[in-house]
Nanobody
Framework: QVQLVESGGGLVQAGGSLRLSCAAS????????MGWFRQAPGKEREFVAV????????YYADPVKGRFGISRDNAKNTVYLQMNSVKPEDTAVYYC????????????WGQGTQVTVSS
């Protein structure tokens, strides 16, 4: 069983930056691909970014390409999402997730952290 705890959310002005963190415990973090997803009010949860277990592959959703960066530190059991040039449409609850492989449904989810971008 893997537990995931997100942090770093908050209120940021459009054009600003924010870094989300997700700390994992209870499992072999380095064996999981790690993803970030988000859910805006009234919308379905959507994929944001994913990083392979060894960090050699990263993929991003089109709306965040060139603005967000995903990274991980396997020694610290933590995955990060660097959010730059944020826009009001980035406002959502952001969730991290542990996946056995990229492209499959995550096995574990965090509780989410709220990101609000003001215009």
């Amino acid at each position: 069983q893997v537990q995931l705890v997100e942090s770093g959310g908050g209120l940021v002005q459009a054009g600003g930056s924010l870094r989300l963190s997700c700390a994992a415990s209870g499992g072999t973090f380095s064996s999981y691909a790690m993803g970030w997803f988000r859910q805006a009010p009234g919308k379905e949860r959507e994929f944001v970014a994913v990083i392979s277990s060894s960090a050699d592959r990263k993929y991003y959703a089109d709306p965040v390409k060139g603005r967000f960066g995903i990274s991980r530190d396997n020694a610290k059991n933590t995955v990060y999402l660097q959010m730059n040039s944020v826009k009001p449409e980035d406002t959502a609850v952001y969730y991290c997730a542990a996946q056995r492989a990229i492209g499959i449904i995550p096995d574990y989810w965090g509780q989410g952290t709220q990101v609000t971008v003001s215009s």
